[in-house]
């Protein structure tokens, strides 16, 4: 076994691999950009080398650099986590050359499977079931055009080299065709760096199921079960579950077989994962191979009860394989959540800033608990790559936590998931919390009818306006107002304030709030009465008064209120003028007396386009004096190596462009001017 080993990554992915260095008695080693300096991952390990810039390009993707910090630190090994150089040949050739195991397959694997095209006619030759479509060499658009023709639409364009979603487009008629091939192979270009693509007929209501494998040096190779990722948006993943419901053990089985036949083919080693695209029929298709660790693979550890790094790193040094197929077995049903920093309502676009307040709920930690063995089997358990305090930034994934939940049965584990969402507390960047409530809360969700399209089918109902314990909250929020402002709880005499304190008559103190984000409610104003005898408080709300009564509660941030018949407990994190409620599984905000403000982050109005995230401008599609429709492309961003096109707010004239292509913007900048019709 190896004594040292470097993390060519970041995140809650270094996190991991750290902790069962940790708990294996190995010495690990950060590696870290310029963004990262204080990151979680680098007080996770032993050691942190400075890599580069705060860029991807300038530090995790820089293979001579990281080469060169893993001989200096005497590391034996490199493991590339996920995503930046993970399945790059010519990372796991320069390690090779410089005498550092990588942990990971050959490199004739990873050059075999990491060309779709390629992967496809290796899939072929070994009996695997595949999709049809167009894998050739020849690139040519007009070539690319009739093959998408004669397939028949809709198509899904695919980066050959591509992953994580990127360089993907479904294409619905023959005439959009070359626009998205044109933004495909940007996209494509930008992430991996080869713009080559692949077309295949795009399934209707397709599941995405996939199976973990494993292989060893000794002829070794075992699938360790099946996974569904069918819940996607932008093409990537959103929720996972192992094992894939609703699967006859016949197919559970032949799947199995097929993915450890794909392993086989390119003589693989290490972990790897099959995945293919299965019908309503329960037929499959191969789809593609990762050669790499997943970022789902923890639902698979919590279900066989194995940590799949140890397998990664026991194969990497020549070890075999810790178990046998027939040692496998499945115990009970996980489903993980990936926490992301987003606009949900907005398009899901990433979303940046502080962490100001972060509260998992209870559960295993595995970077701090894996020693012991407990992240594996966890009830609950929170990979994250940050801690509070921590800046989402636009040049990563903007991934807060991956939250896991095991249960003896599915229904189980979706009991758990729901309770622990709604204990989740994010203040700082928009996240997708609520939004993942409510997709695992969903009848489809629930009852297993699963495709790569719920998301989009159900679209009304995930974003429909929920109802929310307004009434409640807003108590909570005056409670915690009036903590900060000297107030007094009920029970104890307003006379002991001297704040409070009136010659003749009670006080009364009014409190005016506005609801932000999606409260479910507008402004409000609120008064708090205090009578002279002390002995009963008031609040008024829409002409309605009530009993109102509320005390702090033991831990930080918590409060207690009762108003009229309706009592609550919750905690309240304070922004400034802003008050963040978290109560009865739900989170609002309200800001007091400040309604100025709010009114100044108001959506723009029609003909001042803005950017709606930091990012680059990789296109500029109209020139001054464009007349255009609603709708029509104007600007195409970059952000978090995502596409973003930016529409025609309404039809009208362009009469200036304010930025050029190549150019960085911040969020909100405006882009372009447009004289509306």
């Known amino acids: 076994m190896f004594n040292k080993i470097l993390i060519a990554n970041r995140g809650e992915i270094a996190c991991r691999v750290a902790a069962t260095c940790k708990r294996l008695g190995i010495a690990s080693v950060a590696v870290y950009s310029d963004a990262d300096a204080d990151a979680k991952h680098v007080s996770a390990c032993d050691e942190a080398v400075h890599i580069g810039g705060a860029t991807a390009a300038e530090s995790y993707l820089r293979v001579a650099r990281i080469i060169e910090a893993a001989r200096a630190t005497g590391a034996q ?26 942990i990971g397959p050959p490199v004739e694997a990873i050059a075999a499977m990491g ?17 049809p479509g167009y894998h050739g060499d020849d690139q040519n658009p007009e070539l690319l055009h009739r093959e998408a023709d004669a397939i028949g639409y809709p198509v899904l364009l695919k980066a050959s080299a591509g992953g994580g979603g990127k360089g993907m487009r479904v294409v619905e008629r023959s005439e959009d065709f070359l626009a998205a091939l044109a933004s495909c192979k940007r996209e494509a270009a930008s992430s991996f760096g080869n713009d080559r693509v692949l077309i295949e007929k795009y399934l209707t209501r397709p599941r995405h199921v996939e199976v973990q494998v494993f292989a060893d040096r000794h002829g070794g190779a075992v699938y360790l079960f099946d996974r569904d990722c069918s819940v996607q948006r932008r093409h990537q993943k959103v929720l996972e579950e192992a094992p894939a419901p609703g699967l006859s053990a016949e197919i559970k089985r032949e799947m199995g077989e097929a993915a450890v036949a794909a392993a086989r083919a390119v003589n693989y080693v290490g972990a790897g994962t099959v995945e293919f695209i299965m019908t309503a029929t329960g037929d499959f298709y191969f789809m593609e191979m990762n050669t790499r660790l997943q970022v789902e693979h923890p639902v698979t550890e919590m279900i066989t009860g194995q940590d799949l790094v140890e397998w990664q790193l026991r194969v990497a040094a020549g070890q075999p394989l810790p178990l046998t197929q027939d040692q496998l077995k499945i115990d009970g049903h996980a489903i993980e959540a990936r926490i992301y920093a987003e606009h949900p309502a907005r398009g899901f676009l990433p979303s940046t800033g502080t962490l100001k307040h972060l509260r998992m709920p209870e559960g295993v930690e595995f970077a701090i608990h894996a020693a012991a063995g407990e992240g594996r089997k966890a009830p609950v358990r929170i990979d994250s790559g940050v801690r509070e305090g921590d800046t989402i930034t636009p040049f990563y994934d903007p991934m807060i936590a991956k939250l896991i939940v095991h249960g003896a049965t599915r229904e189980e584990a979706l009991a758990r998931m729901s309770r622990a969402l709604h204990a989740c507390e994010v203040v700082g960047p928009h996240t997708n919390v609520e939004f993942l409530q409510r997709i695992v809360e969903s009848e489809p969700f629930v009852t297993g009818d699963l495709d790569t399209g719920l998301i989009e089918r159900h679209h009304e109902a995930l974003f429909a306006p929920v109802k929310k314990p307004f009434k409640e909250a807003l108590a909570l929020a005056c409670a915690a107002l009036l903590t900060r402002e000297g107030g007094t709880a009920h029970g104890a005499s307003p006379w002991d304030a001297l704040s409070h304190w009136r010659l003749n008559g009670g006080f009364t103190q009014t409190l005016g709030w506005l609801a932000i984000e999606n409260s479910g409610e507008s402004g409000n104003a609120f008064t708090v009465a205090f009578a002279r005898d002390g002995a009963t408080q008031t609040l008024e709300h829409d002409g309605v008064r009530e009993a109102f009564s509320w005390s702090s509660g033991a831990g930080l941030h918590e409060y207690r209120a009762t108003i009229g018949d309706a009592r609550a407990t919750g905690r309240v994190f304070i922004d400034g003028d802003t008050f963040h409620v978290f109560c009865l599984g739900h989170a609002l905000a309200f800001e007091w007396q400040n309604l100025l403000a709010h009114a ?78």
């Open 77 to 102: 090994a490199v493991h590339p986590g996920y995503g930046f150089l993970s399945e790059n040949e010519d990372f796991a050739h320069a390690c090779e050359a410089a005498g550092i195991v990588f």
């Open 115 to 131: 060309s779709k095209a390629a992967a496809k006619a290796l899939m072929h030759a070994a009996a695997v079931p595949l999709v």
């Open 600 to 677: 100044a982050d108001a959506e723009h109005g029609e003909g001042r386009l803005t950017a709606p995230m930091p990012g680059k401008v990789i296109a500029v599609l109209v020139e001054p004096g464009a007349v255009v429709e609603k709708g029509t492309p104007l600007i195409v961003m970059e952000a978090m190596k995502m596409e973003h096109t930016i529409g025609a707010p309404a039809a009208g004239t362009v009469s200036e462009v304010l930025y050029a292509v190549g150019d960085q913007v911040a969020d909100g900048a405006q882009l372009l001017v447009l004289d509306v019709q």
